[in-house]
Nanobody
Framework: QVQLVESGGGLVQPGGSLRLSCAAS????????MGWYRQAPGKQRELVAA???????NYADSVKGRFTISRDNAKNTVYLQMNSLKPEDTAVYYC??????????????WGQGTQVTVSS
């Protein structure tokens, strides 16, 4: 079994910063792409940023220049550094990972979500 555990959410003032972490554990043979999604109330879940195993990144236009995704393959962990936060960044942030387990079965896994609130 595979589990993704997120941490680092919270309440921050506009212009502030937060760093989210997501650690994968369990029956993991390899992890391919990892990413962060978010879902605001009344809106669909959207991709925020993604990173391949080799380190190539992709960002939503709304966060380019403000957010940075990175990963530590040795720790099976992905990070999202969020700077210059805006009220419209308020959402539940979800970690996602494409994982191959020891049975060589591929699966798409989600974390439980962490709330990020940007407000004065």
């Amino acid at each position: 079994q595979v589990q993704l555990v997120e941490s680092g959410g919270g309440l921050v003032q506009p212009g502030g910063s937060l760093r989210l972490s997501c650690a994968a554990s369990g029956s993991i043979f390899s992890i391919n792409a990892m990413g962060w999604y978010r879902q605001a109330p009344g809106k669909q879940r959207e991709l925020v940023a993604a990173i391949t195993k080799g380190g190539s990144t992709n960002y939503a236009d709304s966060v380019k220049g403000r957010f940075t995704i990175s990963r530590d393959n040795a720790k099976n962990t992905v990070y999202l550094q969020m700077n210059s936060l805006k009220p419209e960044d308020t959402a539940v942030y979800y970690c996602n990972a494409a994982i191959v387990n020891y049975s060589l079965a591929r699966g798409n896994y989600w974390g439980q979500g962490t709330q990020v609130t940007v407000s004065s």
